[in-house]
C-alpha cells in the first residue's frame, strides 16, 4: 500500500508538460507493483495492460492503463480497490493518472474477461500534485455519515471522503454504529440523467475506491477492522466489525 499521504496528493492529472515522459523502470516498477495489489475478491480473474495512449481514445497522459475482469458479482468494486491502490503508486511516484470513464480502447480483452475501465497517466512533477487539504472539493462528512463517530475512527472518515468517484458524484453513505460500521451505495447524483452508466457501473468502481481510501485511513488510524463483503450474495452493503 502507499503511504497515507499520498491520499490527500493525489487529484486527476489531465494536464502533462510534454518534455517528461515515463522511463522504462518506471514501466517495470508499474508492472511489477500489480502483481502486489490487493484484491477486494480474490475469485475474480483480472488483468491490467499498459498501452501507449494512441492507442485509446484518451485525450491526455503518455500511457493508458486498461483494467479488465471476469464479469463475477463485484467485479466492478473489485477493480476500483485495485485500480485505486495503482492511483495512489503513480501519485507517490510522481506519475499523474486519471480514471477515464469517457475512454475506451481497440486492444481485445483477454479470454474470459471484459474491458472495464482506462486510466490515463504519464510524468508529471511533485508540484502539478495537490499539497493542500482546501484544494479538493468533496461533500461535508455530515451528508454521508449517519451515526455517531469521535477520535480516531471519525479522523478516518474524514480522510476517506477525499477518494475520486466518476464526477466527483461520492456516492457512498457510512452508517456507525457501536463497535461496527456500514458502507452502502447510494447513487443520487445529478448527472446520472446525462450519463447513463454513473448508478450501475461508475459509481460500483467507486464504492471499491472508497473502501480502498476507508481501510488506508482507518489503519493509519490505528483502528482495526474485519471486513464483511455482500456481493456474492447479491447484496451491496459493505460492514466492517471495529476492534
Ligand atoms: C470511475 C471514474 C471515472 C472517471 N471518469 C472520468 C472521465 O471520463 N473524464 C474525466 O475527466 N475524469 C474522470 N474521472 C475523474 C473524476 O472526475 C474525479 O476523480 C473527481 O472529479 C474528483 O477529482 P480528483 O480526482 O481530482 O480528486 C473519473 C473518476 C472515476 C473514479
Redesign the pocket.
Known amino acids: 500500500m502507499s503511504s497515507y499521504e499520498t491520499l490527500f496528493k493525489r ?2 492529472m ?1 494536464k502533462f508538460d510534454k518534455s517528461l515522459s515515463v522511463s522504462e523502470k518506471e514501466l517495470a516498477d508499474l508492472n511489477a507493483f500489480f502483481e502486489k495489489c490487493v484484491p477486494l475478491l480474490p475469485d475474480i480473474a483480472t488483468d491490467f495492460r499498459i498501452v501507449k495512449r494512441e492507442q485509446t481514445d484518451c485525450r491526455w497522459g503518455e500511457y493508458a492503463l486498461l483494467f479488465f475482469s471476469e464479469k463475477k458479482e463485484g467485479y466492478l468494486e473489485n477493480i476500483g480497490y485495485m485500480g485505486e491502490q495503482l492511483d495512489l503508486y503513480l501519485a507517490e511516484h510522481n506519475l499523474g493518472a ?6 475506451s480502447c481497440k486492444e481485445k480483452a483477454s479470454e474470459g474477461m471484459d474491458f472495464v ?1 482506462v486510466m490515463s497517466f504519464g510524468k508529471s512533477r511533485e508540484e502539478d500534485f495537490r499539497s493542500d487539504r482546501g484544494e ?1 472539493s468533496r461533500k461535508d462528512l455530515s451528508k454521508t455519515l449517519e451515526g455517531e463517530a469521535s477520535g480516531a475512527l471519525l479522523g478516518a472518515l474524514e480522510d476517506a471522503r477525499f477518494a ?5 458524484s461520492q456516492p457512498w453513505h457510512v452508517t456507525a454504529r457501536e463497535g461496527s460500521l456500514t458502507v452502502s451505495r447510494h447513487s443520487d447524483s445529478p448527472l446520472a440523467k446525462v450519463v447513463k452508466k454513473i448508478p450501475n457501473y ?1 459509481n460500483r ?2 464504492m471499491g ?1 472508497y473502501l480502498c481510501f476507508l481501510e488506508a485511513a482507518l489503519t493509519a488510524h490505528g483502528v482495526s477492522f474485519d471486513r464483511t463483503l455482500p456481493y456474492e450474495k447479491g447484496g451491496k452493503d459493505v460492514t466492517y466489525r471495529l476492534d
Do not use: E, L
Request: proline fraction near 5%; aromatic fraction near 20%; include cysteine.
Open positions: 487529484k486527476s489531465r486519471c480514471w477515464y470513464g469517457m475512454a475501465i479538493f475520486p468517484s466518476a464526477c466527483n461508475f468502481i467507486d475506491i
